[in-house]
């Protein structure tokens, strides 16, 4: 089945401490993107990445890392965590040539950092 | 800055009404994509526009690249439709994405 995977779907946190959310998909896409979800700001994106080993800046990037060191894998890192970090993030992929670049969004992971 | 605008941003319909949803944006695209949330929280993507019209079932979308102006239709609403909906534009600049605040819809039976 072709899907986004992200783990994990919940996490409760406290500030300062190192944590990576794992975002996978396997269906051989070029582009990977993270966003976060808001109350009254919608969604932002954080990262994105055109493919192996090239990563941009979205919006919102500050207080984040990525890295894309494989195709399928997209893990965004929180080196040191803060309350205002606590949101619903979302991993997203999609093709990224001719008309066929629909997004796929994974299932959501949600944060909260104390 | 709000890069793409929505309306209306709250929206209740009775079962079997006719549902517009408008989305404007002030940036170059290069496509825009309607998606759908749930209350689960998923998210799925129910088109992507360059020009033109697009259908699906009951839905139907439209954009006008000179206006810069884009509405998602409901035809004959189900209050399986209720959800919220989101408008997203990908900069013809960049590769960044734009999102609107999303609109809400419940749909009475």
């Known amino acids: 089945e072709a899907q986004v995977t992200q783990n994990p779907r919940y996490l409760i946190t406290v500030t300062g401490k190192k944590l990576t959310v794992t975002c996978s998909q396997n269906?051989?896409?070029?582009?990977m993107s993270w966003y976060r979800q808001d109350p009254g700001l919608g969604l932002r994106q954080i990262y994105y990445?055109?493919?192996?080993?090239?990563?941009d800046k979205g919006d919102v990037p500050e207080g984040y890392k990525v890295s894309r060191k494989e195709k399928r894998n997209f893990p965004l890192i929180l080196e040191s965590p803060s309350p205002n970090q606590t949101s619903l993030y979302f991993c997203?992929?999609?093709?990224?040539?001719?008309?066929?670049?629909?997004?796929?969004f994974g299932p959501g992971t949600r944060l909260t950092v104390l | 800055k709000n890069e793409v605008e929505q309306s209306p941003q709250n929206l209740t319909a009775q079962e079997g009404e006719f549902i517009t949803i408008n989305c404007s944006y002030s940036?170059?695209?290069?496509?825009l994509h309607w998606l759908q949330q749930h209350p689960g929280g998923g998210i799925v993507s129910l088109f992507m526009?360059?020009?033109g019209k697009k259908k699906h079932g009951r839905l139907i979308a439209t954009i006008n690249i000179q206006e810069k102006h884009s509405s998602l239709h409901i035809t004959a609403s189900h209050p399986r439709d209720s959800a919220v909906y989101i408008c997203?534009?990908?900069?013809?600049?960049?590769?960044?994405?734009?999102f609107g605040t999303g609109t809400s819809l419940t749909v009475i039976p």
């Open positions: 269906m051989n896409h070029e582009y």
């Open positions: 997203a992929s999609s093709l990224w040539s001719g008309r066929y670049n629909e997004q796929f």
């Open positions: 997203a534009v990908r900069s013809s600049t960049g590769n960044q994405f734009y």
């Open positions: 940036v170059g695209i290069s496509a």
């Open positions: 990445s055109m493919n192996v080993e090239v990563t």
């Open positions: 526009l360059s020009s």
